[in-house]
C-alpha cells in the first residue's frame, strides 16, 4: 500500500535506533502512551523508545523491532510493510524504513 504524506510528524522521539532481536528484554513503563493507544515508553538495552505492547510477552520482544521513527516531508510517498496501533511502519523513497503515526498521511492509489 501506498500512502502520501499530508503532515510532518513533530519527531518526538527522533534517532535512529539498532533492530533489537526477538528474545530481548523490555522493561515497559506502566502506563501507555496518552496519545497512542497500545504503544508504551520502555527501555531496551538502555535505549528509551516506544513499543507496541502486542511486540511484548513476558518481559522480551517476540520479533526483531526496530523504533526508529521515519523522517518524511509533506508531499512524500511511502511504502507501507505493517500497521500496529496507528502507527505504520513504512519506506521512503531512499530506501529508509522507520515509523510513522498514520494521521500524518492519506492513502492513494499506485
Not at 36 to 50: E, H, L
Request: a negative charge.
Amino acid at each position: 500500500m501506498k500512502v502520501k504524506v499530508i503532515r510532518q510528524n513533530k519527531w518526538e522521539h527522533p534517532g535512529e535506533f539498532p533492530t533489537f532481536e526477538k528474545g530481548t528484554s523490555v522493561i515497559l513503563a506502566k502506563d501507555e502512551d496518552v496519545n497512542f493507544s497500545g504503544w508504551y515508553a520502555c527501555d531496551i538495552a538502555g535505549y528509551k523508545p516506544y513499543v507496541p505492547k502486542a511486540f511484548v510477552n513476558d518481559g522480551k520482544l517476540i520479533r526483531d523491532y526496530n523504533p526508529t521513527e521515519l523522517i518524511q516531508m509533506e508531499g512524500d510517498i511511502l511504502e507501507v510493510h505493517e500497521i500496529v496501533y496507528a502507527w505504520l511502519l513504512a519506506t521512503n523513497d531512499k530506501g529508509l524504513t522507520g515509523w510513522i503515526p498514520a494521521e500524518c498521511v492519506m492513502s492513494i492509489n499506485s
